[in-house]
């Protein structure tokens, strides 16, 4: 039987990063998703929901998304899987880009397990797709969960945007088809958690979002 999904949105960094902690309901079996930072803050979320954390997933490299995952590796005991190994670069210069930013305590990662395009992710009875969905990124990662009917994006795509491809690595005419060709047909009413803003559903995006008309 599929588990319950239940999730906390814990916004870290100066970025205002959402960090998810997602977890099953009946056995309290949860992940945390792209701990940025503030790891005071997700620890408290954490003990306040009562979950017991078996793994951090990361959707991708930047800062703001996998900052903190190092040592809250450490804290919790558990294992780090994603993003693709495009990503690798990204995750080692986190304490340069750290200090670049502000952002104290940054350290390199190297996750326990790389996610690739048609891998499985699982969380307790909750079960995850992966898509690689590059162009914000190399190496950016999306989990579905066909079962619960949702996503979690990181920053492939917001409600009403798209993610920037600006930064070393981004490419966003890649960004638009991986958005068109892999994440869009999941169906319309198919909700989503990116990493900053408020969630949303693909069939608003595909039919409102301006980077996706046309």
């Known amino acids: 039987m599929p588990g319950t999904p239940r999730v906390g949105i814990i916004p870290v960094t100066p970025f205002q990063q959402n960090c998810t902690l997602i977890w099953d309901a009946a056995t309290k079996v949860g992940a945390v ?14 003990a306040e929901q009562g979950v017991s954390v078996e793994k951090i997933l990361l959707t991708h490299g930047h800062i703001d998304h996998a900052g903190g995952a190092a040592e809250l590796r450490e804290r919790l005991g558990v294992p780090i899987e994603g993003p693709h190994e495009a990503d690798r670069y990204l995750l080692d210069s986190l304490p340069e880009t750290g200090a670049n930013y502000g952002i104290d305590g940054a350290r390199a990662v190297v996750p326990d397990r790389w996610l690739d395009e048609g891998d499985a992710v699982t969380v307790g009875p909750l079960a995850f797709d992966i898509l690689h969905a590059p162009g914000h990124s190399p190496g950016s990662v999306v989990f579905v969960s066909r079962d619960a009917r949702f996503a979690l994006v990181g920053d492939v795509v917001f409600k009403g945007s798209v993610g ?51």
Not at 173 to 181: G, P
């Open 33 to 46: 998703v792209d701990p940025g930072g503030d790891l005071d803050r997700i620890e408290a979320a954490i």
């Open 164 to 214: 920037r491809t600006d930064l070393p690595g981004g490419n966003h005419d890649q960004l638009i088809r991986a958005i068109r060709e892999k994440v869009l047909p999941l169906g319309d009413d198919l909700a989503f958690i990116p990493g900053h803003g408020p969630t949303g559903t693909l069939g608003e995006e595909r039919v409102s979002n301006p980077f996706l008309q046309g």
